[in-house]
């Protein structure tokens, strides 16, 4: 019961997706099991310490990645803080539990020339293609050029999330005052501004938009609302005709508007807005990509490098 509780109590007052609502429920969940088989309860008032300690070396043991193990015990922390407001609980037993170190990871990009390579190619036949050509398709004169390309275009300039770039509805979009209006995380509206070229895309695609029921603003070649492994595939497919690097997920695009921003003189407090990010802690990740591109600039060109 107290579990139902605090899972109501993450979407409702906390306004939580049902996606990150999810994650807190299999990861508390995994944790009450290793409860009870470890050591026999299921009374998670009685939870001490050495318990969670316990917790954290299994799932080292298990080989499951810091930031997973980061994860799970953030879960947790919040869990019984809950309980521990509602008065379920009398002590927190979080205290004190040390977790592993965390593999300080720069956020991976592609190239600005790459990125107008791929959103600038001429258009050379409307004809089925090969894959050589995939990116030539991607102008190409039909529904499904045109909406993949506005996937890449809002994913790439304005930052947007999968999730809300999913959740898009015609009414969201203000072609006249070029912008966009975005629900976040926690379901925070925001407002972000379009260039031109990429109202240029929406009305493109507006034109060849296939009939539908639907008020999402993209949709598959079915006219049903978009969904994750949709995006997924769509985004992969023309990344790996541009760059060779492992990750080519529509996150990249999130990380590639960024740095490429920043690379341009934005300033972070704004690209914080612009993400949607509710401090600037997360947006100054950043500035590593930055920092390095200077190292290399000066390894380049300074004769003692």
């Known amino acids: 019961m107290h579990l139902e509780d605090f899972l109501q109590y993450l979407a409702i007052e906390k306004r939580y997706s049902e996606h ?23 009374d998670v008032a009685i939870v001490n310490t050495l318990m969670i300690r316990g917790f954290v070396v299994e799932l080292v043991e298990k ?30 037993p979080a205290n004190g539990v040390v977790l592993p170190k965390l593999k300080k990871r720069l956020p991976t990009f592609v190239e600005e020339s790459k990125m107008n390579q791929l959103l600038d190619q001429p258009a050379t036949s409307a004809e089925p293609l090969e894959k050589e050509d995939i990116l030539a398709a991607l102008h190409g004169d039909n ?18 999330r999968l999730s809300e770039l999913i959740n898009l509805t015609m009414a969201n979009v203000d072609l006249r005052d070029n912008t966009i209006r975005v629900l976040g995380k926690g379901r925070k509206e925001r407002i972000i501004p379009i260039s031109l070229s990429t109202s240029a895309t929406i009305k493109e695609y507006l034109a060849y938009r296939l009939a539908s029921e639907s008020n999402y603003l993209i949709i598959t070649d079915k006219a049903e609302q978009l969904y994750e492994q949709f995006v997924y595939r769509t985004v992969k497919k023309y990344l790996s005709q541009i760059t060779t690097q492992e ?59």
Do not use: W
């Open 63 to 92: 080989g499951l990645q810091s930031k997973t193990v980061h994860r799970k015990i953030s879960a947790i922390k919040s869990y019984y803080k809950f309980l521990l407001k509602s008065g379920d609980v009398k002590t927190y």
């Open 20 to 42: 990150t609502v999810l994650a807190y429920k299999h990861d508390i969940e995994s944790f009450l099991e290793y409860l009870k088989s470890s050591y026999e309860i299921e």
């Open 247 to 305: 990750k080519k997920s529509p996150h990249v695009l999130r990380h590639t508007f960024a740095t490429h921003m920043l690379n341009n003189g934005a300033d972070l407090n704004a690209i914080k807005e612009l993400l949607g990010h509710a401090s600037l802690a997360a947006t100054q990740v950043y500035t590593h990509n930055s920092i390095e591109k200077l190292k290399k600039v000066y390894n380049q060109a300074h004769p003692r490098a």
């Open 143 to 160: 529904f499904s050029s045109k909406r993949d390309k506005l996937i890449l275009d809002l994913l790439y300039c304005t930052g947007m």
